[in-house]
């Protein structure tokens, strides 16, 4: 078994985004385990409503950056987000009936961090860059020098 590992090419430049992708990551490892050497139904249970927890968190989060810099690709992207979640809503009805969706579920994660990380999200990037940088927020910065307006946006919606 081959756990993930965090990679430049997965990074779209922004410190805080790169920073929540990186729960993907984890969900797919605990996947991986999961499927290699055990069958935890209650490890599976909590890594689906962790990711769907996380999943809505995240989203509201990135819409929100990419509405306050005025992506004009907003909409569209909303509805690739929308998509994924009933797609792991999906997952966790399959999961309630039964069904073992732990590898399965484990390789669509693998698929929308190729797909939608390093091609979707990267799209907004540059747009949602120029933004902070006009609010003096570099992606360099860690969570300590953030400005009071992101932190404050981090505690709206992941608090």
Do not use: C
Not at 49 to 74: C, G, I, N, Q, R
């Amino acid at each position: 078994m081959a756990y993930w590992r965090w990679d430049p090419v997965y990074s779209v430049g922004i410190a805080v985004i790169d920073n929540q992708h990186k729960k993907i990551i984890e969900y797919i490892n605990e996947l991986s385990h999961i499927a290699t050497y055990e069958s935890d139904n209650q490890v599976v249970h909590d890594v689906i409503f962790k990711l769907l927890d996380y999943t809505v968190s995240h989203f509201s989060f990135e819409e929100s950056l990419m509405e306050e810099a005025k992506y004009p690709l907003l909409e569209p992207h909303k509805k690739v987000h929308e998509a994924f979640i009933e797609r792991i809503n999906f997952f966790k009805e399959r999961f309630e009936n039964g069904e073992d969706i732990s590898k399965q579920l484990m390789m669509e994660l693998q698929m929308w961090l190729i797909n939608h990380i390093q091609h979707n999200d990267t799209d907004y990037a540059q747009v949602v860059q120029q933004m902070l940088e006009k609010r003096k927020i570099t992606p360099e910065k860690d969570d300590e020098t953030k400005s009071t307006w992101l932190k404050s946006l981090v505690n709206n919606v992941f608090n």
